[in-house]
């Protein structure tokens, strides 16, 4: 393999798949993500094979790659969410202004929207101060349109129920 045989590869990696997909679906608990490491492993598998010494079983060599994928993984998601939390006190900043701007307190309203679920407020949030269409949402939190449209709806009348008790 390390003459760049790439048969004897496709066959190591062939043979190998299985145990590499436990091993991550174990790992991460999910198989979406599982399958996504496990192509991810794959190809960095082939496009590194020169640096398979040998000195360590193969399926070691896989389970690190594969660990390693992973754990890029996590930190790209936890710096995807710092940056959506930034982004999200920036907007309320313009969120604020709008508020005002029709008269209303800020501090009601952003209170009404914070006590809101997640499912239900990060939803509003995109669609209505972003601006983000509702098959763009359901991209970013991985649900069907459909669904982001009903959260949509139900974070609206809830905000709603909840601005008329303070007017009334």
Known sequence: MQNGDDEALAELLHMHYSFLYKYVLKMTMDTVTTEEIVQDTMLKAYLHRKQFNG?????????????RTYVDLLRKKKRDRWLFKKAAKESNQLLKWQVENNNQQFDEVMEIIQKLDAKYRIPLLLKHYYGFSY??????????????????????????????????
């Open 55 to 67: 000195i360590s079983k193969f399926t070691t060599w896989l389970i690190t790659i594969a660990t």
């Open 135 to 168: 098959e763009e949402i359901g991209e970013m939190m991985f649900i069907k349109d459909g669904t982001v449209k009903s959260r949509v709806h139900k974070s609206l009348t809830l905000v709603r129920k909840e601005i008329n008790k303070y007017e009334g």
